[in-house]
Every structure is written in structure tokens, then in C-alpha cells.
T-cell receptor
């Protein structure tokens, strides 16, 4: 499957600061880019997503930007709070080489720690 | 459990045993997926199914098998051919392709 590169692997910020996580992908057929938050011992939960025909999407303190030319997309969290501490995963959806069918390929995750 | 239920939560397997992980959803989703999560790594795709009676191998299908006889159910069997099965297994479903996934709460499998 396609590799999705996610950086940084760990991120520590002070409460109230902003956090940015970036992912890059290689296949221009990727057209759907969700972000998931996974708290310790829990299931991943979708927090925001963006499609390839949109450059930016915002939901309260969370935003995602997509640069199709450069093949990267980023998660922005503003005014971080301790409850934002979790592992965040990016993902892309593209047709698989063997079947042409789509499934999500995930990045390796970013552990965000918000210091009170 | 938000419409998708995985059982059991913890599972212990002896060497040479096959074990089956259950995944049931009542969201009326067409597509279902199995991912494996290892510490410090992302989610890797094992198998996926976009419609009943049809499924495809993911990136790490060796040593695993699935069935999709009902829309609601997508069980995963970890066979003795899987040499390193200790991991956290996540099942997910979605209304179709290019939609957000709803994940189950996971099964933690340990080889003893």
C-alpha cells in the first residue's frame, strides 16, 4: 500500500499554544483525507476530514489544510487544552493497485502532549 | 459501543491455535475493515469488504482469513500461520468508500 508519512512522531506544547501535524502522500489519486484521535486504550475517532476538491476546512479549534500540488495535508489545533492530549493519525483513501478498490492507509501517528 | 461491537476485549492464544475475533455493526454500513495496530505504529490494513460475500486482502493478509456472509458481521480468524499475532485488532465500518470510519473498541490478542 501507499506510504503516508506523518510528522512529528511526538509533539509537546503548552496549554493555549497551537499544534500542527503534517502528512505527505505520494499518489495523486488520493481524494479523501481524514484525521483520527485515539486516546489511551480507546478506539480511534474521526475528528475532521477533507476531500480533494477543498483546500481548507475548520471545525471550532480544529482545522485541516490540503495542498494537492505538494501532496501534503496538515492538522491544526489552536488554543490547545490538556484533553487534546492523544495520538493523532492521518489517513488517505486511494484505489489499491491490486483491486482498484479504496481503503484508508494510515500514517504512523503523532503523540501530542499538552502541558497544563 | 457506538454501533460497532468487537468481542472479546482480550484474547489469549496458544501456539498453533486458530482464534476468531468477532465484529458486528448495526449501522447499516456496507463496508467493513480489519486493521492491526502495533505499539508505535499506525494502523495496517488486514482485510476489507465493501459488500456482502465479497472481501479483499489488505497489506498484511498473510496468516489471517475473513468471511462476510452477513452485512452486519465481519469475523477475523487469526490462523497458526500468523507468526507474530500479538497486537491490538481494530474493526471498522463505513457507509461506503471515501467516508469516515467508525471503529470498534478493539480486541487485544496475546500469544501465550
Amino acid at each position: 500500500g501507499e506510504n503516508v508519512e506523518q510528522h512529528p512522531s511526538t509533539l509537546s506544547v503548552q496549554e493555549g499554544d497551537s499544534a500542527v501535524i503534517k502528512c505527505t502522500y505520494s499518489d495523486s489519486a488520493s481524494n479523501y483525507f481524514p484525521w483520527y484521535k485515539q486516546e489511551l486504550g480507546k478506539r480511534p475517532q474521526l475528528i475532521i476530514d477533507i476531500r480533494s476538491n477543498v483546500g481548507e476546512k475548520k471545525d471550532q479549534r480544529i482545522a485541516v489544510t490540503l495542498n494537492k500540488t505538494a501532496k501534503h495535508f496538515s492538522l491544526h489545533i489552536t488554543e490547545t487544552q490538556p484533553e487534546d492530549s492523544a495520538v493523532y493519525f492521518c489517513a488517505t483513501s486511494k484505489p489499491r493497485r491490486d483491486t482498484g478498490r479504496r481503503a484508508l492507509t494510515f500514517g504512523s501517528g503523532t503523540r501530542l502532549q499538552v502541558q497544563p | 459501543d457506538g454501533g460497532i461491537t468487537q468481542s472479546p476485549k482480550y484474547l489469549f492464544r496458544k501456539e498453533g491455535q486458530n482464534v476468531t475475533l468477532s465484529c458486528e455493526q448495526n449501522l447499516n454500513h456496507d463496508a467493513m475493515y480489519w486493521y492491526r495496530q502495533d505499539p508505535g505504529q499506525g494502523l495496517r490494513l488486514i482485510y476489507y469488504s465493501q459488500i456482502v460475500n465479497d472481501f479483499q486482502k489488505g497489506d498484511i493478509a498473510e496468516g489471517y482469513s475473513v468471511s462476510r456472509e452477513k452485512k452486519e458481521s465481519f469475523p477475523l480468524t487469526v490462523t497458526s500461520a500468523q507468526k507474530n499475532p500479538t497486537a491490538f485488532y481494530l474493526c471498522a465500518s463505513s457507509p461506503g468508500v471515501d467516508y469516515g470510519y467508525t471503529f470498534g473498541s478493539g480486541t487485544r490478542l496475546t500469544v501465550v
